[in-house]
């Protein structure tokens, strides 16, 4: 295996990418006291708080609007999902000395959680694709193009989101076009409409857009939506189809963060289960 820690993708200041997800885990606690909540945002490691601050200044709309256009051709790749699942897993960099769990003995954590409490078919499925989209790290985007909460562009930036501060150096907030409540977009327009910073969230959902349930699908797009279903910013961009369907992805939500756990799943075991699974939904092959 190569040594992906030089991968240009994986370079930045979170050491890996699972950093982001340690600290929306420990930010969304919730038995963590609201005492506690700017605390930890203040007291957030460097890598992290140095992440949001290019993420929050390099996320423009013209920036996801180029890159959403840049990939919905679909152009990358042609494999089947399992391939994909083994082609996330080369992310894992062995040169680690705190090496966790690869890549996908942490996506089938979160399938098995899920098919454990008896949920349907295609709910487990979810849990097992939904970050496959941080493949974009081996195309070589940076990591603030891959991962971190989702927020909306083209509009007014809503202090919920974690460090709005960083904001201030977009150049979307010279725009007053952009720094309206609304922005471009209209009241209750719905969020197929809301254009969402760019990552792994709405690239999957472009891969597969097309073979999974409108529920599956809001888990996959929005479950980095942070601001959205964690902290109820932007429903005046909703609408009621939206807000019916973020009843699963915070049903989803627990499961994306706290199913991981040092017990590695036995993935070969479990293979044939989900490569029937898989074929259910997805032909042999897909565009990625």
Request: some cysteine.
């Amino acid at each position: 295996m190569p040594d992906l820690g030089r991968v240009e993708g994986m370079s930045g200041p979170l050491d890996k990418l699972e950093q982001w997800e340690d600290f929306v885990k420990q930010r969304y606690n919730p038995d963590k006291k609201e005492s506690e909540f700017r605390q930890y945002t203040a007291e957030a490691p460097k890598g992290v708080q140095e992440f949001y601050r290019l993420n929050h200044t390099h996320q423009t709309r013209e920036f996801v609007l180029r890159k959403k256009r840049e990939y919905a051709a679909l152009g990358r790749r042609q494999m089947g999902v399992w391939e994909a699942m083994e082609y996330l897993n080369t992310l894992v960099d062995e040169s680690d000395p705190d090496t966790d769990l690869p890549q996908i003995d942490h996506i089938v954590q979160t399938a098995e959680s899920i098919r454990k409490d008896g949920h349907p078919r295609w709910f487990v499925l979810a849990g097992l694709i939904h970050d496959l989209g941080k493949i974009l790290c081996l195309y070589g985007e940076p990591q603030w193009a891959v991962v971190g909460d989702t927020f909306p562009v083209g509009c007014a930036w809503s202090d919920k989101i974690v460090y709005p501060e960083y904001f201030r150096f977009n150049p979307d907030s010279a725009n007053p076009a952009y720094q309206t409540r609304v922005g471009v977009y209209e009241e209750g327009c719905g969020l197929d409409k809301v254009d969402l910073s760019w990552g792994h969230d709405e690239y999957l959902y472009t891969v597969v857009k097309d073979y999974l349930p409108a529920e599956a699908l809001y888990m996959i797009r929005y479950h980095s939506f942070y601001p959205g279903h964690k902290e109820a910013a932007y429903d005046y961009l909703m609408n009621d189809r939206d807000r019916e369907m973020f009843e699963w992805v915070r049903k989803f939500n627990p499961y994306d963060l706290y199913s991981k756990s040092d017990s590695r799943p036995d993935a070969a075991a479990l293979r044939p289960f989900y490569e029937d699974l898989i074929a259910e939904y997805f032909p042999p092959i897909l565009r990625w």
